[in-house]
């Protein structure tokens, strides 16, 4: 309890701290920034320390967090030493945001942490390998930080949000498994708040429930009105709803599943069978339920299936898995890994997108001539907050950079219209932010390796379009919504308060849309086809052995994987649904209205909806490539790519559909906004399911085996209290590479090492391979680690520690259990410095 209240008191008072500065760098949306400042702060200061630490200029330890830390304030004082009058105005005028913003986060934070403490084990997927870099980084005296799994090396991972987490550890005086759950509980809270930022800056922008106008002074010198509508206050709580707790459908299948329903007993055998869900071919969903039937799910792990939704199959049928996890699949799990790092990270590089695209960071920067129409600061801030997804989670880069660079293209458009110098915006903005985001970071760089190796075909695998349903179709449904509501009212009069406007009407260009939609659909199938097509020539003999391996020519492998595409439309035929309408209402016509008073319409709203569908384009290109194409990396096919890029999409997707669901609440009357609200309420319920059944199973109805805490350490002093104390004791010895026993990842091996930040010889071997792209790091150190275990002969001993410079052998249960320790060398030629129970640690003279 006191870690929780000591992190909510040291992220509060960093907003607080930071609000000013982000007053200053967002005049174009409504809240000013006062949503995103928590998060902001962190990055700056996450920066700053990590900064000062690769280079020398302060040491990874509270002298060095408190230095960043002044180094933010300084910078947030001076960016209103002319301006507090006006931040004093905000904060008085929007008491409403204020407050809903503060006990939104409260919420939040204090909800997940309670789920944590209910569960808070780290042994399940990448969870020791997330504490082994929180220790590690603790450990470390300056950075770039130490590989805890492969002594000698720095870690080669996007480890950003690590640093963040043991710099918080490290000012509450907390260790680090304590730590990772905090740290996944703030992350929620921070995905909340900047959610529902993006959303009520959105939906404020449109006009609707306008109350009070208050007017302060824009950074550009311009004056801009602090307006407070209810509304959107109110709605916006959707966008966390749909970003954070709603799930897709498949809890809705385990239930109906469970209850027995579409299965047929036979009269004769007893056997159930169904032609719906064998149909609907979801893994242990085709199998009959057990009798007798009830509502509540109660399978092994069944909640893990609503993160592998989509099922692909080689040509001879044989099953491949796919990731398709969702916010809070991550959170229910525990997960600390980048991708979950980065959500509140890529919420602000949205919300950086929306500030530009609405008119803010005005300024001017010429670069050899060349003139930027955006601000040094602006520009800058850009540019800190793209190279820091690429820190946090290098797939994220692609949209917060993307997004970034569109918005600005966008809002040149509406300033100067379409024409050819728009591609020159792109390139002016795309090329100097790219390098500058990449030397603001450049340390990291210094010493990160990749297993990315370009990009691969996807002929075999798109998918199937009742996958795709039950993956996406709680935001799928609000989504539709919108794209009909607006097709149908298209440039029509909006309620609100509006503004006389010229004599014309947005008119969607079908035209445009259909062509870009299509044509993008064929371009990456035919993309698809000749990288497959230059792979044979390049690489002969490995297409060879895999249409051996299908058992099938060139020709019939062609004939078979576009059979099956065919068969699988569904999924293409919803997804161009989406992009076609999208593309056409993005990029309107405006045409002359043959009437004799000019038309009333509301420029903002039309402006707002321009970036929701800027938001919802880019979401479904993200689900439509993998479909054609996937990253190559070590898993062989498109099981990362469809993870990274569905993960991002659901961010995306679900701003949209809060917006929409929202949008449409203020817009519907009469029998159709009843029956929305009706279709949305069972949406959202569908979507709950999965959260509401998903934590009982998890935290066993909220009875936790050791009662409620945040410190998985707890757990271990109970179940091992021998192992424990040897931890205990290994976090005050001084620092040196400690062997212990290796073993395969996802499981108790590097246990040591990762709950003392100590560097071991050689952790998950997998793992390290797949952070370099090479096993070469690795060399021989798993059987060398064996040898040291197990052979009677010192002299071979003493070369694998000088090899490794090894200081500690820890001798444990582990180690017993996985090999024939030899332990009587040891005894003879070290002295043991720790002992109990059964386990001795020894140290190297």
Excluded: C
């Excluded at 297409?543 to 068969?567: E, K």
């Amino acid at each position: 309890m006191t870690a929780f209240i000591t992190w909510y008191f040291i992220i509060t008072l960093l907003g607080w701290l930071t609000f000013p500065l982000m007053h200053t760098l967002f005049p174009a949306l409504a809240d000013r920034g006062y949503t995103l400042a928590r998060t902001a702060g962190l990055l700056i200061w996450g920066y700053v320390f990590w900064l000062f630490a690769s280079l020398g200029i302060a040491q990874n330890d509270m002298g060095g967090i408190l230095l960043a830390l002044a180094v933010l304030v300084g910078i947030s004082i001076f960016s209103i030493i002319n301006r507090r009058s006006e931040v004093v105005n905000f904060l008085r005028s929007n008491l409403p945001l204020i407050l809903t913003t503060e006990i939104l986060f409260f919420i939040a934070f204090a909800f997940l942490a309670f789920v944590r403490s209910a569960n808070p084990a780290l042994t399940s997927t990448e969870q020791p390998l997330e504490l082994a870099f929180i220790n590690g980084i603790l450990r470390s005296p300056t950075f770039p930080p130490q590989d805890p799994w492969l002594s000698g090396y720095g870690i080669s991972y996007y480890y950003f949000g690590y640093v963040m987490t043991a710099m918080l550890a490290r000012l509450s005086g907390i260790v680090g498994s304590m730590a990772h759950n905090l740290m996944t509980a703030l992350i929620f809270a921070l995905g909340a708040l900047g959610a529902y930022g993006i959303v009520y800056n959105l939906l404020s922008t449109t006009d609707h429930g306008r109350q009070t106008i208050d007017r302060d002074e824009r950074s550009d010198g311009e004056e801009s009105p602090t307006v407070h509508r209810p509304l959107s206050t109110a709605y916006a709580l959707l966008a966390p709803l749909f970003l954070l707790l709603v799930a897709n459908f498949e809890a809705l299948l385990e239930v109906l599943h469970r209850r027995g329903l579409f299965w047929v007993k036979d009269s004769i055998t007893g056997e159930y069978t169904s032609v719906f869900w064998k149909w609907l071919d979801m893994k242990e969903l085709s199998f009959a339920p057990l009798e007798p039937f009830q509502w509540t799910p109660d399978r092994y792990l069944w909640w893990w299936r609503a993160s592998r939704v989509v099922q692909d199959y080689d040509m001879l049928g044989n099953h491949r898995e796919a990731i398709d996890e969702f916010p809070f699949f991550s959170f229910l799990l525990g997960d600390l890994h980048p991708h979950v790092l980065a959500i509140p990270f890529s919420l602000l590089a949205i919300a950086v997108a929306l500030n530009l695209f609405l008119g803010g960071f005005r300024g001017t920067i010429r670069i050899f001539g060349a003139r930027l129409h955006i601000s040094y600061t602006g520009f800058l801030f850009s540019a800190l907050v793209i190279g820091g997804l690429a820190f946090l989670n290098t797939w994220d880069i692609l949209v917060g950079a993307t997004l970034i660079i569109l918005a600005y293209v966008f809002a040149r458009a509406r300033e100067d219209g379409w024409r050819w110098d728009r591609l020159e915006d792109l390139f002016l903005l795309s090329l100097p932010l790219g390098i500058l985001s990449v030397i603001l970071y450049f340390p990291f760089y210094l010493g990160f390796s990749s297993q990315a190796g370009g990009i691969l075909p996807n002929v075999m695998n798109p998918t199937r379009g009742a996958h795709l349903w039950v993956m996406w179709g709680t935001l799928l449904i609000p989504i539709f919504a919108y794209l009909i509501y607006s097709g149908v009212n298209f440039g029509v009069q909006e309620s609100g308060v509006q503004e006389l406007a010229p004599a014309t009407k947005r008119k969607p260009n079908w035209k445009l849309g259909i062509s870009l939609g299509l044509g993008f659909a064929l371009l990456l199938w035919i993309l698809s086809w000749a990288i497959g097509w230059v792979g044979s020539l390049i690489e002969k003999d490995f297409v060879f052995m895999f249409l051996s391996s299908q058992g099938m020519s060139a020709s019939q492998f062609f004939n078979a994987t576009t059979l099956r595409r065919l068969t699988y439309i569904g999924s293409l035929i919803t997804l161009l649904a989406i992009l076609i309408p999208s593309l056409a209402y993005l990029f309107a016509d405006n045409h002359k209205l043959q009437i004799e008073n000019p038309q009333v319409v509301n420029r903002q709203s039309s402006i707002v909806n321009q970036f929701t569908l800027l938001l919802l384009t880019l979401g479904t290109i993200l689900v439509l490539v993998p479909d054609f194409v996937y990253l190559r990396d070590q898993f062989g096919y498109r099981i990362n790519t469809i993870f990274k890029f569905y993960y991002q999409a659901w961010m995306l997707w679900s701003l949209v559909a809060a917006f929409a669901t929202a949008y449409l609440f203020q817009n519907l009357r009469g029998l159709k906004d009843i029956l929305f609200r009706i279709l949305i309420g069972l949406v959202i319920f569908a979507g709950l399911l999965y959260p509401a059944f998903g934590l009982l199973n998890k935290t066993n109805d909220f009875k936790p085996t050791y009662g409620f805490t945040l410190d998985d350490f707890d757990r271990i002093r109970r179940e091992n209290p021998d192992e424990a104390a040897a931890i205990d004791f290994l976090r005050t010895v001084p620092d040196g590479v400690i062997a212990e026993a290796v073993g395969d990842g996802y499981s108790g091996y590097a246990r040591i090492s990762a709950h003392t930040g100590l560097q071991t010889v050689i952790g998950w071997p997998g793992h390290e391979a797949q952070w370099r792209g090479t096993y070469e790091p690795q060399g021989s150190r798993r059987d060398d680690m064996t040898t040291l275990y197990t052979t009677a002969r010192w002299e071979e001993v003493q070369a694998i520690i000088d090899r490794y410079d090894i200081r500690y052998i820890y001798i444990g249960t582990l180690e017993y259990i996985s090999m024939p320790v030899n332990q009587e060398k040891f005894q003879l030629h070290l002295k043991p410095i720790f002992q109990q129970g059964g386990v001795v640690i020894y140290e190297v003279p």
